[in-house]
């Protein structure tokens, strides 16, 4: 297990090298021109003679060869120095410092209903195969696959923000933003709601959580029916094992044998979908976060794009490149957590 | 061995289980009657789709979701099997009657180690604490053969070999003093040699634990090294059924003949081995008479047209056949042959 990790571990490096050289090489097919636009406002040399234009690029390197660019940039990343960003009008690695909460948190809350929901669903339609509660979910599960996220998503705004008035859209109320923006709302985490209650302010915790819940149904019913139809397949296929039939022979009640012995080897392929989403939810809800229009990564990978933002588009690629590979990590140690055979094998 | 006066501690009447398939409804088990009686091995061979195994399922009811128990009468000790209720009926599997089966890697729960599976039945039945239960569990696995077994106990299944594993799995089943084991092919995806060792212990077992047995196999061999008694199950019927030492020696129905003369066997210098032609047909369509008569040397239009009844033919003795005499005619020929 231990040499297991640490091999991973010594892989890593390797990868994220991988992944720089990738980022890097798509962006110098953007040209020469496009690339000043990551280093000089745009319009500080949209009047200028095309000698002066080929001389400022020379300044920042951009006639040197690809190797020596490379070098460079990746020099300057390790200083933490990811450019400029238009967008965010600051360096681009603040500009993913300072939305990265805004994900973390509408993660947070999304990810144990989502999961907690999805087996449960799973587990209960398996159980009952083919039975009506398995119809009813199967068709809940193919109505949450099918409905695009930016019309369910609109949907949710449309039903409880317009409608019942409940779950607003963005991220505070005006009145609460100013306090959460003045001095003496002191900032432990960046995560509102759990900043909210260290301040012991109960009101601006409701008020974020308002905020929170409209996205997390959105983002709900497409990941609910990801997890309970690989739980469901999964579970149908454990039930039919032969150690279930002999967890029944040893007399085990119905629900020792489904909870205990079933459920644990049909959670093995669950974990990867459950991975993936959860690394899916710190990347990039693009969607939800532009329909709610909220602060966060997603967003701010949008609006980016948008504005042919090149670094900031860099910077979130390279930022979600990394989450996605440390997530990954973290996927293939915990299969090994749930089974033994992947474990000591 | 086999003692009448007793009472028999399991008595299974005119069962018939039946299977919901996309197909249509099979019906596997047609009609099965046997008595089980303290600390005897009862043998029932039939080649796979005869209804063997799920005869011994329904014994705890353990059939798949598909399946049901569609007629019949289980009578196990004072209890009426097919009344009981669930909760009841859990007191009794595993405690009173505890099964092994084929396949030790498929039959033993990959993320559990042979500990918790035993332990857990331990707990369940016995009341046991922890430590009680998992000293008795290292003891059981001592007595199954596992050398090492203070560290064996926190193994998981791929770590040991498959024989190691039906100890294991036969450790698991006797852990609560069982009054019957249904044994499920036990030894069939085992090496030869190993096989041997487990049906060796298997028998040491029995004598200890004073259990009966229910051996389900397709091999002759092993029943011939197991049995006290043997019923042959052809299509969910029974075709015939006697002592061990009757059905080998003087064998009355032409699918058990058809048996024997699979079997190779050293003492005698024959050609080639006879084998029964064809295979068990699919449940769905049976022959309308008697079951085995597209495959039976004997059959006629008889044969085809009615299915013949389960006669006893002798004491004790019982066989499904409307050409007992012209097979003893064959068999006495075939006898001549050889001389």
């Known amino acids: 297990m231990t040499t297991y990790i640490i091999r991973r571990l010594l892989l890593l490096p390797l990868i994220i090298l991988g992944v720089t050289l990738i980022v890097f090489s798509m962006s110098q097919l953007l040209g020469p021109l496009k690339l000043l636009s990551t280093y000089v406002d ?18 920042y390197g951009l006639t040197d060869p690809f190797p020596v660019r490379y070098g460079k940039w990746v020099k300057n990343l390790l200083k933490g120095d990811l450019g400029w960003s238009v967008v965010g009008k600051e360096p681009v690695l603040d ?45 809940f599960a193919l109505i949450g696959w099918s409905l695009p996220d930016f019309v369910w998503a609109i949907l949710v705004l449309l039903i409880f923000y317009i409608g019942l008035g409940w779950f607003p859209p963005g991220n505070l109320s005006i009145w609460a933003n100013q306090i959460v923006k003045s001095a003496s709302f002191k900032n432990y985490t960046h995560l509102l709601t759990i900043d909210a209650l260290l301040n012991g302010r109960i009101d601006i915790f409701w008020d974020a959580l308002r905020h929170i819940i409209g996205p997390v149904i959105a983002i709900s019913w497409l990941w609910w ?6 739980t469901r397949s999964s579970m149908l296929e454990v039930l039919r094992k032969d150690y279930v039939r002999t967890a029944r022979s040893k007399g085990l009640p119905e629900k020792v044998v489904i909870n205990k012995h079933a459920r644990k080897n049909a959670l093995i392929p669950v974990v990867t979908t459950a991975g993936q989403m959860v690394i899916g939810l710190l990347t990039g809800v693009v969607i939800v976060e532009m329909v709610f229009v909220r602060t966060g990564l997603g967003s701010f990978a949008a609006t980016a794009a948008q504005q042919l933002d090149y670094a900031s588009i860099m910077g979130v690629l390279l930022f979600t490149s990394l989450l996605l590979i440390i997530g990954n990590l973290i996927i293939d140690i915990s299969y090994a957590i749930i089974d033994p055979r992947i474990r000591l094998g | 061995m086999l003692n009448n006066n007793e009472k028999p501690l399991l008595k299974v009447e005119n069962l018939h289980v039946h299977f919901k398939t996309e197909d249509g409804i099979i019906k596997a088990v047609n009609g099965v009657s046997f008595e089980l009686y303290p600390g005897e091995t009862l043998a029932i061979v039939g080649e796979s789709g005869s209804g063997k195994t799920v005869t011994a399922l329904s014994t705890i009811r353990l059939l798949d979701e598909n399946g049901w128990i569609e007629e019949g009468k289980i009578q196990y000790k004072d209890n009426d099997v097919l009344s009981l209720s669930d909760n009841q009926l859990r007191k009794i599997r595993g405690k009173e009657i505890s099964m092994i089966f084929q396949e030790p890697m498929t039959a033993l729960n990959p993320v559990f180690t042979i500990g918790d599976q035993i332990i857990e039945s331990l707990e369940l039945h016995l ?36 024989g190691m594993r039906q100890r294991a799995m036969i450790a698991m089943a006797l852990s609560c003093n069982p009054s019957i084991l249904i044994a499920d092919e036990p030894t069939t995806a085992l090496d030869v040699t190993i096989q041997a060792q487990i049906l060796e212990l298997m028998k ?40 061990i030492i009757t059905i080998f020696k003087k064998p009355r129905h032409p699918y058990t003949w058809g048996l024997m003369n699979s079997i190779p066997r050293i003492d005698k210098d024959e050609e080639r081995l ?46 499904r056949c409307w050409h007992i005499d012209r097979m003893l005619r064959e068999m006495h020929k075939v006898k001549e042959g050889e001389r």
């Not at chain 1, 500080?44 to 400022?56: C, G, N, P, V």
């Not at chain 2, 085809?304 to 066989?319: A, D, Q, Y």
């Open chain 1, 42 to 59: 745009p319009n500080t040399y949209a009047k200028m003679s095309e000698r002066d234009i080929q001389i400022l690029m020379k300044q």
């Open chain 2, 274 to 319: 006879l084998s029964i032609p064809g295979v068990v047909p699919n449940p769905l369509n049976f022959p309308k008479g008697c079951k085995f008569s597209n495959r039976c040397f004997f059959a006629d239009e008889k044969c085809v047209e009615e299915n013949p009844n389960l006669e006893e033919i002798e004491e004790n003795h019982f066989s």
């Open chain 2, 204 to 243: 040491d077992l029995q004598k200890e634990f004073q259990m009966s047995i229910i051996f389900i196999t397709h091999d002759l061999g092993v029943v011939a090294e197991m049995a006290d008694r043997a019923i042959v199950m052809y299509g969910g019927e029974v075709v015939e059924a006697a002592d």
């Open chain 1, 95 to 139: 500009a993913l410092i300072h939305r990265f909460p805004y994900t973390i948190e509408l993660a947070l809350y999304a990810l144990f209903p989502i999961i907690g929901v999805g087996i449960w669903l799973g587990v209960t339609a398996a159980v009952h195969h083919n039975s009506f509660i398995d119809q009813f979910i199967r068709i």
């Open chain 2, 127 to 162: 009341d046991m604490n922890k430590q009680e239960a998992r000293r008795k569990a290292i003891d059981l696995l001592r007595k199954v053969g596992i050398p090492e077994p203070e560290r064996r106990i926190d193994q998981y299944p791929h770590e040991l070999s498959g």
């Open chain 1, 225 to 230: 029916a990801n997890l309970l139809r690989i």
